[in-house]
């Protein structure tokens, strides 16, 4: 790689791509993840052993909920992206990933393999972020952004607003119904019907955090009713939503015992190169 592609990734605004990062020490060595229904993508980095042997995996976007432990583990790191980059980051369609947990060597092939023994060498959280943000940066300058990838993007944001009907959002952006769901399966991984859902499923266990008027929770979130939105939850999650509360602050205390979370300071933009940079003109 060239010294040139070099210092152009470390401009590249890679700040874009990612909303959430994390970084996870358990205290025993066990790990419990959980993940609801969503289009996101997320990469995780393992470390073993105290620091021998790691691993780097793409955990896919998700239809159903899951519910992990994971043994062994010393630390991991966490990188959430944004809807609709899977392409153009990692050089896959989303919808190839879809529920699937895949190592990232064989997405890269080699250079996934280098990037663990990168990050196994980091000395800290920020050096492995910083490690990381530069080799999806050069991995973006060699792949084109698609077409359908910015319309789903588009699309992820009408969902996430007030919008939860695909052909009222396909005529907002001036395309076909047909047009937008195959845009959209192939880019984030989930159909547009499926991320409304997952959109309304995670509003209501925001409110749950803090309120148990369930018929309330289900009108403030966008469904019919309450049973409306039990029948998602059993459907979605595998859960009541009652019981899925009750498991979720039992996993909470037992996090507080078992695990230290990090987070680096500040907003995510802060934590990656290119900050400054405002997104690209349609994303």
Known sequence: MSRTMDSAALSFPISRFVEDVRG????????????????????VFRVFEEGRKGDVCIAGPR??????????????VMLQFKPGWSEQLLGVAASELTDRIVPLED???????ELCFELLAARSLPEMLDRLSHAIALRAHQTVDPASARLARRAVRLFEGDEVR???????????????????TESVGI?????????????AVGMAATSKDWGRIA???????????????????GLTPGAFVERAER?????????????????VPQLLPGHDAPPAKGE
Do not use: C, M
């Open 24 to 43: 996870v020490v358990p205290v025993t060595g066990r790990v419990s993840h959980e993940r609801l229904p969503d289009g996101r993508t997320i990469l």
């Open 63 to 76: 239809t159903r909920a899951l519910f992990k432990n994971a043994t062994g583990v010393t630390r991991a």
């Open 107 to 113: 997405i890269w092939g080699r250079s996934g393999g």
């Open 166 to 184: 695909v052909e009222s959002v396909a005529e907002q952006l001036g395309v076909t119904a047909r047009h937008l769901r195959r845009a959209f």
């Open 191 to 203: 159909g547009p019907k499926d991320f409304a859902r997952a959109v309304r499923l995670r509003r």
């Open 219 to 237: 009108a403030d979130s966008g469904y019919y009713d309450q049973a409306h939105l039990i029948a998602d939850f059993r459907e979605l999650v």
């Open 251 to 267: 996993a909470e205390g037992v996090s507080k015992d078992s695990t230290r979370r990090t987070r680096p300071k500040g907003r």
